[in-house]
């Protein structure tokens, strides 16, 4: 069965640091993209970050550019994001998602997603 | 960016209605469009994807349709397990957008 189990939310002060974790278990992690989706409380679902299946090709929403940096350890299969710089505005559960390309591009499995609160 | 841009907002119906939601995309998606639902306090869950695929496990009574700039999903008779909010999302560049979500509401 393919999971994906998201951790590391936390209440965190402005201007702090945090990194998320997300272990996939049930499929052969090295071979997806990965990627970040947050969803603020009671608004909609916003794409944040993905990372291809070797690590080497990285892409940001502009709203976290320089400031989240997306990674993952294949050898363990995990997948972080490291947020840096944290704003009241970045306060969402965060979601990571597999995706799958066969037949289009989707994201065919979720983590349970973690909660960020960014508050002083 | 591509704006996906859902509607209605919100709408209210009742078990066994037939129900329509439209996604619109700010330029040429082709068939890359995704629909999902989302349950309070859950993950999203995948329903339809490339426009008109069915995933594996969601019910027939769900269809998605339309290529290019303008999509539709159907739900043909409402079920009160169907009582969530939908999301679109293209997937045809980076970054990958969803439309603001179509809250369905029991009348």
């Known amino acids: 069965e393919v999971q994906l189990v998201d951790s590391g939310g936390d209440l965190i002060q402005p201007g702090g640091s945090l990194r998320l974790s997300c272990a996939a278990s049930g499929f052969t992690f090295s071979n997806y993209w990965m990627h970040w989706v947050r969803q603020a409380p009671g608004k909609g679902l916003v794409w944040v970050s993905r990372v291809n299946s070797d690590g080497s090709i990285r892409n940001y929403a502009d709203s976290v550019k320089g400031r989240f940096t997306i990674s993952r350890d294949n050898a363990k299969n995990t997948l972080f994001l490291q947020m840096n710089s944290l704003r009241a505005e970045d306060t969402a559960v965060y979601y990571c998602a597999r995706e799958s390309a066969v037949l289009g591009r989707y994201f065919d499995s979720w983590g349970q997603g973690t909660l960020v609160t960014i508050s002083s | 960016d591509i704006q996906m841009t859902q509607s209605p907002s919100s709408l209210s119906a009742s078990v066994g209605d037939r129900v329509t939601i439209t996604c619109r995309a700010s330029?040429?998606?082709?068939?890359?469009l995704n629909w999902y639902q989302q349950k309070p306090g859950k993950a999203p869950n995948l329903l339809i994807f490339a426009a008109s695929s069915l995933q594996s496990g969601v019910p027939s009574r769900f269809s998605g349709s339309g290529s290019g700039t303008d999509f539709t999903l159907t739900i043909s008779s409402l079920q009160p397990e169907d009582f969530a909010t939908y999301y679109c999302?293209?997937?045809?560049?980076?970054?990958?957008?969803f439309g603001q979500g179509t809250k369905v509401e029991i009348k």
């Open positions: 330029q040429t998606i082709t068939n890359y």
């Open positions: 999302q293209q997937s045809y560049n980076t970054p990958r957008t």
